[in-house]
């Protein structure tokens, strides 16, 4: 992970729409600047989120919310 990607090439990876990435973003309070993640960015999401599918896997695995609406 070496270049900066947009937010929607991101919500690719983890299979979901750039509004679902959002929203997880949201929920868990982080924020970025206007503009292409950075590395360091992607890591930090990557972190909090777990590694996405391999491509062409499918969606998000696992993926757990401690704020689960009911």
Known sequence: MDKAKTRQQLADEY???RKTLYRW???KK?????????PTEQTM??????????KGHGHVVGLEWSDKRK
């Open 15 to 17: 299979g979901v729409n």
């Open 30 to 38: 982080i924020n970025f600047d206007g503009g292409l993640l950075t």
């Open 25 to 27: 973003l949201k929920r």
């Open 45 to 54: 999401i990557y972190d909090m989120f777990g590694a996405p599918a391999k």
